[in-house]
């Protein structure tokens, strides 16, 4: 009997990525000799922008008896477009299986009735997997006699028994060592040290589709595999653990990685998502990663401020303290972090949003990522839509198929689009370094807190005229008139684009006149010249993205002097010491607490003095490329401002 060939398709938002499930599901087959003797299991791993087409075509030519699909937020209107168009091109007796949290016990949204050739996997998909292609051995194969599996026949809607959950993880082989991924020329790898997550957040799908339990692999086939990845020169390397962190082991597992590191000189860079009430051991690992050089941006999964809706994601007790702590121990560090928030979550309300952002701010928080909260499916929250009050809207992504939330109980469309808004002042004020330093004067001063200065600006630049659309007041208008674009990835991009290089001089200009324009923070002589220089400071030091970028300042400083200007530099005299107070806000006392107000104005007074500003470092050449990859560029660049920060000499003036 001639061999059979099956076809799994990762489609991934990562570009150059292992495509680890369907790692696993080859892996786990191939222990059966039967299936290893008459199967033919080949993995097909693509971006999420590939044509349709050209996957149609690429499956045509391979002609696979199966075809399986990982079916995810991120890719179903891709699967949803491909599967008909397969099942047309395809000859008749070819099979598909659908699995992932998109698909998962919700098959029958994705499977039309007479569609008896297209299963779906329901839950954890190693052994539903490997027993479907065991029964599709069969000369009569009984599918209803797979655990784990759905389907249609004969007009009903058949659900097998779940599968129990693989308690023994190292049943699986290794897809690494057993060569099933080759991980030479790809840029990312990914590796799960443990599967589960014990906390039942109301967005995320962790908790409650993968299970509660945590079940573990092995830790020396987890050191074998990270020592196999960094030889084979993997860039990055994604744990895709929920709460990395959170074992003891996983201290010894980082300092694995940076052993192998040392001799293999790869990867780059290493990215995981946080455990959440493990605060020193997080920590530890974090230290261990940054002195080793893996890590120079760390994303702190926070979502909220407000306990009301902490309460209603029931994420209420996880401690917001450890996120602070690891905020301040990051600034001690010098690497950049990225809070993580989403809007609106229930129980949410525009000022709760704002505040929470507030303290973000004067905690020393580095930038935020705010992301949109997805409806997705099997979250907690879905089930309870009416409840909470919630509307959605579709993704406008041709291959994503998540809606988004735009109203809540607590939030109308109109706060929601209030919100956005509010967002994007934050992200040019303080994460585009726009009014970074002004902001923090502002606040210790007791004149206006961060929140105050993002509400003002948007008031501003809503006052603007109608004839304003040239570069970033356009874009602004651009960002209301379609706000499903303003939480987006590329969206900050472009907006970095613009503020940082494009129409610098004109958002320089802009931030003169919006803060001039406030003059009840100006109103005291010594308050306006500290407000001013520290505008002055802040035009002068926002960060260059590219060797293009010319060094030019779009408004004429009257408090700083410039005393020369050549490539990548500017040197100045200053009436206040700003990179004293940059310091001292990123510092902490003897007794390991953030310097108080009366430290921050004393270290910036400590002027007038003659300055250096050194923009000489993280620049890329701007490629002749699709705007695409330079705004995902900008877009990264930001999340690691602290690598492009300028650098700052200081020598006091006689």
């Not at 409806?375 to 919630?390: A, M, P, Q, S, T």
């Amino acid at each position: 009997m001639s061999r059979r060939r099956a076809v799994l398709i990762h489609l991934d938002v990562i570009r150059s990525v292992t495509p680890l499930t369907s790692g696993y599901l080859k892996a786990m087959a191939l222990t059966e000799p039967e299936l290893a003797r008459d199967w033919d299991i080949e993995l097909y791993s693509a971006h999420v922008s590939t044509p349709a087409s050209q996957i149609i075509a690429d499956l045509a030519r391979k002609r696979p008896q199966l075809v399986g699909f990982s079916v995810y937020t991120w890719n179903v209107r891709l699967v949803q477009r491909l599967l008909p168009a397969l099942r047309a091109v395809l000859p008749a007796s070819t099979r598909y299986l659908l699995g992932g949290v998109e698909v998962m016990n919700l098959g029958q949204r994705y499977v039309s009735q007479d569609w008896e050739d297209v299963a779906v996997c329901n839950g954890e998909g190693e052994l539903t997997f490997r027993d479907y292609l065991l029964e599709l051995g069969q000369s009569r194969p009984a599918l209803e006699q797979v655990p784990g599996l759905a389907f249609w026949r004969d007009g009903s809607w058949i659900a097998t028994p779940a599968q129990a959950r693989l308690r023994q993880l190292d049943d699986i082989p290794s897809p690494y060592l057993t060569g099933v991924l080759q991980v030479q020329g790809v840029d990312a790898a990914l590796l799960e040290t443990n599967r589960g997550c014990p906390y039942q957040c109301e967005f995320c799908y962790w908790g409650g589709a993968i299970g509660a339990r945590v079940n573990r692999f092995d830790e020396e086939r987890l050191k074998e595999e990270i020592t196999y990845i960094c030889r084979e020169g993997a860039r990055t390397i994604y744990f895709c653990d929920a709460n990395f962190g959170m074992l003891p082991r996983d201290l010894t597992l980082a300092e694995h990685l940076v052993r192998s590191r040392e001799q293999y000189r790869y990867p780059d860079h290493v990215s995981f998502s946080t455990a959440k009430n493990s605060e020193k051991r997080v920590e530890r690992v974090a230290k261990v990663l940054i002195d080793g050089g893996l890590m120079n941006v760390h994303s702190i999964s926070l979502q909220t401020m407000n306990p009301q809706a902490l309460d209603v994601a029931k994420r209420s007790n996880i401690k917001a303290d450890s996120y602070v702590a690891l905020q301040r121990r990051l600034n001690e560090w010098g690497v950049s972090s990225n809070v993580e928030l989403m809007w609106p979550l229930p129980g949410e309300t525009l000022e709760s949003f704002k505040d929470g952002i507030d303290a973000l701010c004067a905690m020393g928080a580095q930038a935020f990522q705010i992301y949109p909260l997805l409806w997705i499916n099997n979250i907690g929250y879905r089930e309870r839509g009416d409840e909470l009050g919630v509307v959605t809207m579709a993704e406008d992504d041709p291959a994503g198929g998540g809606e988004i939330v735009v109203q809540t109980r607590e939030v109308s469309y109109a706060d929601y689009l209030r919100g956005l808004q509010f967002a994007t002042a934050i992200f040019l004020l303080h994460d585009c370094r726009g009014l970074y330093v002004t902001m923090q004067l502002l606040h210790h001063l007791g004149l206006a807190t961060f929140r105050e200065v993002a509400d003002a600006f948007v008031e501003w630049m809503e006052g603007r005229s109608d004839s304003d659309e040239e570069g970033l007041f356009g874009l602004w208008q651009l960002g209301k008139r379609q706000p499903e674009r303003v939480l987006q990835y590329i969206w900050k991009g472009v907006l970095a684009d613009a503020a940082l290089h494009a129409h610098r001089e004109q958002l320089d200009r802009s931030l003169r006149d919006f803060l001039l324009s406030q003059r009840p923070w100006l109103a005291r002589p010594e308050d306006r010249k500290q407000i001013v220089a520290a505008l002055e400071f802040d035009l002068l030091s926002r960060p260059y993205p590219f060797l293009q970028t010319a060094l030019t300042l779009g408004v004429e400083p009257e408090q700083i002097a410039i005393s020369k200007r050549r490539r990548g530099i500017w040197e100045v005299t200053s009436p206040y010491d700003f990179p004293a107070f940059i310091d001292a806000l990123r510092g902490v006392d003897e007794g390991g607490e953030p310097h108080g107000t009366a430290h921050l104005l004393e270290a910036l007074s400590a002027g007038p003095v003659e300055l250096r500003i050194d923009h000489r470092r993280g620049l890329a050449f701007r490629k002749e490329r699709s705007s695409d990859d330079i705004h995902w560029h900008l877009y990264r660049m930001l999340r690691g401002i602290r690598k492009t920060e300028a650098r700052y000499t200081c020598a006091e003036t006689a």
